[in-house]
């Protein structure tokens, strides 16, 4: 952080910004003019001089390229104007110029922190154009549901870690960082990455769960607990914790709207609103799960309700793995993929040997998955908000246009709604409490 | 109500101005044909159906196409998550709208980064300066005409003006010789 301008505060002399500052001398006659002025016309006068703070964009507590122009009275904020596109890749300009399926590993570099639910996204958002996804198989269904709430409890965990350590919790942050490994070894054994897993296909996904996987998930969702209680017990009562993010940026319930707030923090606010419900996509019709939401709607709030939400993605966890179709192994051969030639690669063995396969293997590889010409907006519960793909086809293997809808870049603009009347050094426990990327932000 | 009779509605009330409601994987669009009324849609839209949740605004080049621009409104309503599409085209010799900042507060971001993107400028909006490019960046890299990888600039300052800094240093494995724009490998000149 460096002060950009700073403006020497004068008590005495009638000064105003931009009148240069005029300190009078000792002894001198202004002196003892300015000491018969009300103290209100003075207090006004050191009220009037403001101090421009540039924090970020590299500052811890931005967790990536977030820059935020200051403007300080004292310690009280009393402007703040939001710098973003530190990290702008050009996404959705890349999307035009390669097939559905190609654009698949760029979704893991928009929320880093939940690969596999932007892929998942993606996938849902291809399919709803292509019009399969009523088609997909339950096995595929219940597999991409698993790695979805994998996501969330994993970004959760790093966003309430982060929360904390930025506000001194230090311990909090090693206990959720020792569990999110475990989801990284979770995702490796199913996609072959712990960070970029591009697991999805368009259709499917890329393979079945490995033998073994869901005892493993199993295992980690009854260890997460006592993690979960432990972090509870840190915080949610810790006299420190409370009085620094209760009462703290308050979003009221239309501010949130209007702002188009997403996930948590529109959750935060008290309003029940989740896509998993509101538009159930996949299988969560037939998973049993609640939507937690805040009351007042502060710091507080938004991270009861993120703790609140991982203990029910462990609740679907354990229902997806009980109730999988095909059970653990896939005894029973379920399909993970759409029986389509035309959309899922066929297996190697067949293009080897089949005149069809190898002409759809050449097709999808050379051209892409064929879609219809047409428009589509697909919204998907993410962790950090709703991430919305708006696919503008006009036939073919590519996008005409398709515009990612970034909950990190919509919850962002909120901030110079409510930085002003904040302390200084609260704008960290305040944007912890947001829980963004900068990544799915700048796309 | 359906998303459909809101969009009858709308169309009701606007009469001829706006196009009749296309369904498309259960998804209707509707469009409005002057875009210098579309404050007035949205906000009919919000105020009497509700519409309380604006989702997202994106912008289509139709390159070649005379409107030039499509700016399409996603429009929810929170209470039932019902949802509607209103498109809106803009010539490009105006390349100019009415914001629908005064409507929506989400607006704001959502219509700078469509100036950003492709130079639609939004009448009235408070604050419309580029969001994700710098300040004083020349061009609107989403036009069509903007080719992925990037165009030379007089400009000091910006990008490829000069040499990426490791081009050709110790960990390129393929050295210099030619500049970005050629060896893209994805690259089409939609002059060509």
């Known amino acids: ?443 | 109500m359906s998303a459909l009779e809101f969009a009858k509605k709308i169309k009701a009330k606007f009469g001829d101005l706006i196009s009749e409601p296309t369904k498309f994987r259960g998804e209707i669009t509707i469009q409005l044909g002057d875009a210098e009324r579309i404050v007035e849609v949205c906000e009919f839209a919000k105020k009497e159906l509700d519409f309380n949740y604006l989702v997202d605004i994106s912008s289509v080049d139709n390159y070649g196409e005379d409107p030039r621009w499509t700016i399409v409104y996603h429009l929810r309503r929170l209470a039932d998550s019902c949802e509607l599409r209103l498109k809106t085209s803009v010539s490009e010799e105006k390349s100019e709208l009415p914001s629908v900042t005064t409507v929506w507060k989400t607006a704001n971001w959502h219509e700078r980064e469509i100036y950003d993107m492709m130079g639609v400028r939004f009448r009235g909006h408070p604050d419309l300066r580029r969001i994700l490019m710098w300040e004083g960046y020349p061009y609107f890299p989403l036009r069509k005409d903007f080719p992925l990888a990037g165009k030379t600039t007089d400009v000091p300052g910006v990008a490829f003006t000069q040499p990426a800094p490791l081009e050709g240093g110790p960990f390129v494995t393929a050295p210099g010789g030619k500049d970005a724009i050629e060896r893209e490998p994805r690259v089409r000149n939609p002059e060509s």
């Open chain 1, 1 to 443: 952080m460096a002060a950009k301008e700073h403006k020497e505060v004068c008590v005495g002399e009638h000064s105003r910004p931009g009148c240069g500052s005029v300190r009078p001398a000792p002894n001198s006659n202004a002196v003892a003019l300015a000491s018969s002025r009300p103290a209100a016309e003075e207090l006004q006068d050191a009220q009037s001089e403001r101090m421009v703070l540039n924090m970020g964009p590299s500052h811890p507590a931005t967790h990536g390229v977030l820059r935020i122009v200051l403007e300080l009275d004292g310690e009280i904020i009393t402007k703040a104007d939001p710098d973003v596109g530190y990290l702008h890749r050009g996404d959705e300009k890349i999307a035009e110029n390669m097939t559905y399926t190609q654009f698949i590993p760029y979704t893991d570099r928009l929320d880093y922190l939940a690969p596999l639910a932007n892929n998942v996204a993606y996938a849902l958002a291809v399919e709803k154009l292509l019009g399969i996804e009523k088609d997909l198989p339950p096995r595929c269904q219940y597999i991409r549901v698993m790695c979805a709430e994998l996501a969330r409890v994993s970004s959760h965990l790093l966003g309430i870690g982060a929360f904390a350590m930025d506000l001194g919790a230090v311990t909090v942050f090693l206990l959720t960082f020792n569990e999110r490994e475990k989801v990284y070894n979770l995702a490796e054994a199913i996609s072959g990455a712990r960070f970029t897993t591009s697991y999805t296909r368009i259709g499917g996904v890329m393979r079945d769960l490995p033998p073994g996987w869901t005892e493993q998930c199993r295992k980690f969702c009854n260890e997460l607990v006592p993690v979960l209680n432990e972090v509870e017990t840190l915080l949610t009562r810790n006299r420190i914790w409370v009085d620094r993010v209760r009462d703290l940026a308050v979003i009221s319930k239309e501010d949130a709207i209007d702002y188009g707030l997403s996930g948590p923090n529109l959750r935060g606010s008290g309003i029940e609103y989740d896509l998993r419900k509101a538009q159930p996509y996949l299988c969560y019709k037939d998973l049993e799960f609640d939507i937690p939401i805040g009351s007042v709607g502060d710091c507080y709030d938004r991270y009861l309700v993120r703790m609140e939400e991982m203990r029910q993605s462990l609740r679907i966890l354990h229902q997806c793995i009980d109730k999988i179709p095909g059970g653990a192994d896939n005894k029973s051969n379920e399909p993970v993929n759409v029986a389509d030639g035309k959309i899922v690669l066929p297996p190697k063995q067949k293009v080897m040997t089949k005149m069809e396969e190898l002409i759809h293997q050449f097709m999808l590889v050379t051209e892409g998955v064929n879609c219809p010409p047409g428009e589509i907006y697909f919204g998907h519960e993410n962790p950090k908000g709703e991430l919305g793909f708006y696919i503008n086809s006009r036939g073919g293997g590519t996008p005409y246009r398709m515009k990612i809808r970034s909950p990190s870049f919509v919850n962002l603009s909120i901030i110079s709604k409510i930085f002003p009347g904040c302390l200084m050094s609260d704008t960290v426990a305040i944007l912890g409490s947001l829980d963004f990327v900068m990544g799915e932000c700048d796309r």
